[in-house]
């Protein structure tokens, strides 16, 4: 809960999150708990705008649609923790690619997303402090 931002990593495993990042998610239920039946968790928009989350996965199928099933449990999780859903660094053909090193785009577009989020949230720090 103190992180700036949260980058929450999973492989497609039978078309969604693997089941340890789903254990992980299904934990913070008692979060959902505490905002709706407690009522004494609260996150204001300005909270939510400084802390941004990322999902990283890869696929080993080529589909398009391969991480659709993957991105609501994603979306339940940061809603939960109080950050926005930033962006995805997704990659899917793995099963072609063997291996995330022979892909010829990835590591790239990963590090320059990495490098976009850090960016976006120092100018909110300086714009909140
Ligand atoms: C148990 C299991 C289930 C998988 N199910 C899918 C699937 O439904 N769709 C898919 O595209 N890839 C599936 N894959 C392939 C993985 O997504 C792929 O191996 C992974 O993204 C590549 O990362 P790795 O090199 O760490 O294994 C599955 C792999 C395993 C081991």
Redo the contacts with the bound molecule.
Sequence with gaps: MQSDAIAVAS??????ITAELKGLIDRGQYLWARKFILKTLFFPNEHIIQHKGVFI?????S?DN?FDAAFPAITAFFNGVGFEYYDNIIA?N??EFK??KNHPTALKNAFEKGQTVVAVLKKLKAKFP
Excluded: E, F, Q, R
């Design positions: 492989p497609i495993y039978t078309m969604g996965s890869t696929a080993g199928l589909w391969v899917n793995m099963d291996g995330i």
